[in-house]
């Protein structure tokens, strides 16, 4: 049921290096989603997008960018990548807002 | 933002116990979400609710959309080994916008042999 993948897997960057992650989908859904995992704080918004070219900032967007060229495709950029960025980043798709959000397997992020 | 209060955070519970978690909000929600996660891997959905008294099972699991639309509840049926992860609530606020689901903090099941 892989119908939402993403890559690297697992990424270790230097501070202030930039890091493009990638979410790819076959399922045609109209919203994907960024998030971030960290202990203590469950999952966070960071951003999402309601459609190609079409995207907003969620709770924790700062120090972060995404784009969105095709449906399938969602890429969540960290311009200048921080320590305080370490973390585990899921993506997610939907078919419609409100209803269910299907996961991708995740990219788990260290940077020294 | 808005936040979902799960309990409980742990529990630890013998194989072939039922299980129960819930969240809670000051806020009304149109829809609660459960999903399990696996160490190393995303969040699988288990159940969605839609409406509010709305009861749907999926196995063993069997999950509630309280009435007063502020929360759910979740419960696992004869505990096996495999149920061992963590467990979260989402919602979706009544009167959100497309950014979508609020997350609880999860609750770790752990079974002893």
């Known amino acids: 049921d892989a119908g939402i993948t993403q890559s690297p897997r697992h990424k270790v960057t230097e501070t202030g290096t930039p890091v493009t992650l990638r979410c790819h989908q076959t399922?045609?859904?109209?919203?994907m989603y960024w998030y971030r995992q960290d202990p203590g704080h469950g999952l966070r918004l960071i951003h999402y997008s309601y459609g190609v070219k079409d995207t907003d900032k969620g709770e924790v967007s700062d120090g972060y960018s995404v784009s969105r060229s095709k449906t399938e495709d969602f890429l969540l950029t960290l311009e200048s990548a921080t320590s305080s960025q370490t973390s585990v980043y899921f993506c997610a798709m939907g078919l419609a807002q409100g209803y269910e959000q299907y996961f991708g397997p995740g990219t788990r992020l260290t940077v020294t | 933002g808005q936040q979902l209060n799960q309990s409980p955070q742990s529990m630890f519970i013998q194989e072939g116990e039922d299980v129960s978690m819930n969240c809670t909000s000051s806020?009304?929600?149109?829809?609660w979400l459960w999903y399990k996660q696996d160490p190393g891997e995303g969040p699988v959905l288990l159940i969605a609710l839609y409406k509010a008294g709305e009861l749907t099972s999926n196995g063993r699991l069997t999950a509630q959309f309280g009435i007063t639309r502020k929360d759910s509840f979740l419960n696992i049926s004869a505990s096996i080994p495999s149920d061992v992860g963590i467990y979260f609530c989402?919602?979706?606020?009544?009167?959100?916008?497309?950014?979508?689901?609020?997350f609880g903090k999860g609750t770790h099941l752990i079974i002893q042999p």
């Open positions: 399922e045609n859904h109209r919203y």
């Open positions: 806020s009304i929600f149109n829809t």
């Open positions: 989402a919602g979706q606020l009544a009167g959100g916008g497309a950014d979508g689901l609020t």
